[in-house]
């Protein structure tokens, strides 16, 4: 079956516009999540989402990250005036749930995004 | 604070030459322990989950086991394609965290002929 998708595949931007990141989970899937993996350190949490819970904002580094989710499927993830600090490679997943027996959860390809 | 800690940072290995990778965490709570690969440029590929100590399970030439303390990843008689960034996390029973997971930062294995 198709795994989880993400686009653009590459975004490079200027300094100080905004961007959107798209990620379509596994369908049935109703757990999302992203994450952020700059050079040379580790995946670092930013947000996920569980059905029609609120999601979990904990990871969001500044107030200028947001995300959304439509209908508990497509997940849009938006960065406002970027930063040069904002560049870095950006990880959807998604896993059947985020509570009970802990499911693994598949990652999408990534979008590599640069900010000049 | 809660922590995961990959070792080696990177691992070189000659075809054929057997090995295993460590990770250990420092968390209260843990609800299972992931192991990824990762090609370059592209996402995690999920391998394994280890929900208590004692478990192992296997994967071809790859078989994962979990301690109270660590887990191992061991490597029998690895070829060139396995070569690849393996990366380890966990999932804490911690009220609204419950599904995300830390990630230590990775063994970088290199599989020569």
């Known amino acids: 079956g198709a795994g989880v998708s993400q686009s653009p595949s590459n975004k490079v931007t200027e300094k100080g516009k905004d961007v959107e990141l798209r990620c379509d989970p596994i369908?049935?899937?109703?757990?999302l999540y992203w994450y952020r993996q700059s050079l040379g350190q580790g995946l670092e949490f930013l947000i996920y989402?569980?059905?029609?819970?609120?999601?979990?904002k904990s990871g969001l580094p500044s107030d200028r990250f947001s995300a959304e989710r439509t209908g508990g499927s497509v997940s849009t993830l938006t960065i406002q005036r970027t930063q040069q600090e904002d560049s870095a490679v950006y990880l959807c997943?998604?896993?059947?749930?985020?509570?009970?027996?802990?499911?693994?959860?598949?990652f999408g390809p990534g979008t590599r995004l640069t900010v000049t | 604070e809660d922590q995961v800690t990959q070792s080696p940072e990177a691992l070189r290995l000659q075809e054929g030459e057997s090995s295993s990778l460590n990770c250990s965490y420092t968390?209260?709570?843990?609800?299972?322990l992931f192991w990824y690969r990762q090609d370059p440029g592209k996402g995690p590929e999920f391998l394994f989950t280890?929900?208590?100590a004692g478990e192992e399970k296997e994967k071809e030439r790859l078989k994962a086991t979990l301690t109270k303390k660590e887990s191992f990843l061991h490597i029998t008689a690895p070829k060139p394609e396995d070569s690849a960034t393996y990366l380890c996390?966990?999932?804490?029973?911690?009220?609204?965290?419950?599904?995300?997971?830390?990630f230590g930062r990775g063994t970088q294995l290199t599989v020569w002929p």
């Open positions: 997943a998604s896993s059947l749930r985020a509570g009970g027996t802990p499911y693994e959860q598949y």
């Open positions: 989402f569980q059905g029609n819970s609120a999601p979990d």
């Open positions: 968390v209260s709570g843990l609800r299972g």
């Open positions: 996390a966990v999932q804490i029973d911690r009220g609204s965290t419950l599904g995300r997971l830390y």
């Open positions: 369908s049935g899937h109703t757990a």
């Open positions: 280890l929900y208590s």
